[in-house]
């Protein structure tokens, strides 16, 4: 059964880079889409983005000009990178294995952005 | 304002039958399957109905999805007061090459 698990600094400067990792337990990175969504507090959710291993990647285009993902296949991983953050990136960050839908979350990660 | 418009919220007394809408255009729902999300207070999305009115295994048949057009709704029947919770509908947009997801709807059981 596929689990996943987010990680990543609980707190980010403004204008700095927002960095977060999701390891794959159960399952392999190099198989389907893997999807990062966030949540503001009290917010809906937002999908930032989505990669596959083979390198495509499908990106939110109001965060597009920010972001990166890619995956590391030796540890089982794939990541996120915002880059520039305002206050307006503090949310909780899921990642979630994508098919035609997402099946499996991870439990969350928050993000502050704050000096 | 998110791409998907869904009722802000809904409400319904145990054992009632209640419907949350989906709205979308010709680029999303009118031409993608739709999936439904619940999200329990503090806990992560779990999915809930996919290709429009699959359920995944585990989930009761109290919960059922439709389609039609532009627009999708999920229904549950027999509410109970561990259903009170956010739904969001979602789904691929062709337009914005990328998934979009309705506003959620705050599901209130009485």
Known sequence: ?115 | QSVLTQPPSASGTPGQRVTISCSGSSSNIGSNTVNWYQQLPGTAPKLLIYSNDQRPSGVPDRFSGSKSGTSASLAISGLQSEDEADYYCATWDDSLNGRVFGGGTKLTVL
């Open chain 1, 1 to 115: 059964q596929v689990q996943l698990q987010e990680s990543g600094p609980g707190l980010v400067k403004p204008s700095e880079t927002l960095s977060l990792t999701c390891t794959v337990s159960g399952g392999s990175v190099s198989s389907f889409y893997w999807s990062w969504i966030r949540q503001p507090a009290g917010k809906g959710l937002e999908w930032i983005g989505r990669m596959y291993a083979s390198g495509i990647t499908h990106y939110n285009p109001s965060l597009k000009s920010r972001v990166t993902m890619s995956e590391d296949t030796s540890k089982n991983q794939f990541s996120l990178k915002l880059t520039s953050v305002t206050a307006a990136d503090t949310a909780v960050y899921y990642c979630a294995r994508d098919l035609r839908h997402m099946d499996v979350w991870g439990q969350g990660t928050t993000v502050t952005v704050s000096s």
